[in-house]
T-cell receptor, first 112, second 114 residues
Framework: DAGVTQSPTHLIKTRGQQVTLRCSPK?????VSWYQQALGQGPQFIFQ???????QRGNFPDRFSGHQFPNYSSELNVNALLLGDSALYLC???????????FGPGTRLTVL | GESVGLHLPTLSVQEGDNSIINCAYS??????FIWYKQESGKGPQFIID?????DKRQGQRVTVLLNKTVKHLSLQIAATQPGDSAVYFC?????????????FGKGTHLIIQP
């Protein structure tokens, strides 16, 4: 049983560019949450998708958007990249309620 | 500001000793708490969780204690092993787990001395 998978593993972009990160949830899970983890910090919640809709959003600007597909996989898009967007982006999957969230290995994004 | 925080950024213990990692939370409405372990270059790994209707829960070599009166959470690791070296995060939410985002603290780096 595969766990949560994310692609790519690493990514380097320049300021102003756009990036798309991908996540496949753990088998049987229907909810995907995205987190941003800056170096030396705890993960910060970006948003959560359920039934192909954004269900909840953290304190992130509209440059951060996402999508969930019918097979429950998800994408995170970030437009107009800033140097401060450099971080580890984590995807977590779960059943909507009441179970724990399982995390993927993350995508390391570097913005130059 | 963050709802969840940790008292110590680094904890160094001798191999074989017990480790206690502490966490304070400020949102009294939170009803679900989780401890995650994150090794270098990996995503957070679930260790143990506890719901607000409990004050103690035990797993394999780990125990989580919840004190709602003072809004304090702790993780106890028995007979610490080298493989326990990692950063430990507590996290919380108000929806019982899968729904809604988790609020994480900054983390405690557990270092095991031989």
């Amino acid at each position: 049983d595969a766990g949560v998978t994310q692609s790519p593993t690493h990514l380097i972009k320049t300021r102003g560019q756009q990036v798309t990160l991908r996540c496949s949830p753990k088998s049987g899970h229907d909810t995907v949450s995205w987190y941003q983890q800056a170096l030396g910090q705890g993960p910060q919640f970006i948003f959560q998708y359920y039934e192909e809709e954004e269900r909840q959003r953290g304190n992130f600007p509209d440059r951060f958007s996402g999508h969930q597909f019918p097979n429950y996989s998800s994408e995170l898009n970030v437009n107009a990249l800033l140097l401060g967007d450099s971080a580890l982006y984590l995807c977590a999957s779960s059943y909507l309620l009441p179970h724990e969230q399982f995390f993927g290995p993350g995508t390391r994004l570097t913005v130059l | 500001g963050e709802s969840v925080g940790l008292h110590l950024p680094t904890l160094s213990v001798q191999e074989g000793d017990n480790s206690i990692i502490n966490c304070a939370y400020s949102n009294s409405a939170s009803d679900y708490f989780i401890w995650y372990k994150q090794e270098s270059g990996k995503g957070p790994q679930f260790i143990i969780d506890i719901r607000s209707n409990m004050d103690k829960r035990q797993g394999q070599r780990v125990t989580v204690l919840l004190n709602k009166t003072v809004k304090h959470l702790s993780l106890q690791i028995a007979a610490t092993q080298p493989g326990d070296s990692a950063v430990y995060f507590c996290a919380e939410n108000m929806s019982g787990g899968g729904a809604d985002g988790l609020t994480f603290g900054k983390g405690t780096h557990l270092i095991i001395q031989p």
